[in-house]
């Protein structure tokens, strides 16, 4: 990739390494806060495009090329999977990834867990939007114990904790048993 469109995320996130390469023991820290994309997140939680992604950690030379370690800040936004309510969550997630050089590469291996450090730079945003996919929850609840959606009609239980259907058609019976066996955070159920 080459320099992309001014003021984009992919262009900030990337971070010059020329003085720390080939330089075992060299290190600094930098910071970065760029505009999400509205990509970052899970299916679940995303963080709104445009809001701030707060990066900041240390870059160090090591032998095998340079190592970047460090914390992405970001409010993420969805609904609860239960209730539909909206949820919000506050995360910190952690970026953590060797850049081998290529030379140190083993015998030209495709190892698949190597990322290769090409050029003099390093592109942050893959490992941004890695940290936070795996940070974001991807069943979020309002809170833990919420009562969710009646089965049979849809009403809200926390709106009517007495709600209950006193005809309980057979066919009915037979789809709330499908959803329950579906469930995998039913209370008190166990494998
Ligand atoms: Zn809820
Ligand atoms: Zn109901």
């Known amino acids: 990739m080459t320099t992309a469109s001014t003021g984009s995320a992919a262009s900030d996130l990337r971070l010059e390494v020329v003085d720390l390469i080939s330089r075992p023991g060299a290190h600094r820290s930098f910071e970065r806060t760029v505009p999400a994309t509205g990509e ?5 939680m995303r963080v709104p495009a445009g809001d701030p992604l ?4 240390q870059l160090e030379s090591v032998v095998e090329g340079i190592y970047v370690s460090g914390t992405v800040l970001a409010h993420l936004e969805g609904e609860c999977s239960r209730c539909l309510d909206p949820v ?11 850049f081998t050089y290529p030379e140190k590469m083993p015998g030209g291996a495709q190892d698949e867990d190597l990322v290769v450090l090409e050029g003099d730079s390093i592109d942050l945003a893959p490992l941004v939007h890695d940290a936070l996919a795996v940070s974001a ?5 309002c809170r833990p114990d919420c009562p969710g959606l009646c089965a049979q009609c849809g009403a809200r239980l926390e ?33």
């Not at 970052?40 to 679940?44: H, I, K, P, T, V």
């Not at 929850?137 to 609840?141: A, K, M």
């Not at 209950?164 to 039913?186: C, Y």
């Open 159 to 191: 709106d009517d904790p007495d709600h209950h259907h006193d005809v309980i058609d057979p066919r009915f019976a037979a789809l709330q048993g499908l959803f329950e066996d579906e469930g995998t955070d039913r209370p008190g159920g166990e494998a």
């Open 137 to 141: 929850e991807d069943r979020p609840l």
């Open 54 to 57: 707060e990066i900041s950690g």
């Open 88 to 98: 919000e969550d506050d995360v910190e997630a952690r970026i953590d990834e060797l």
């Open 40 to 44: 970052e997140g899970s299916l679940a």
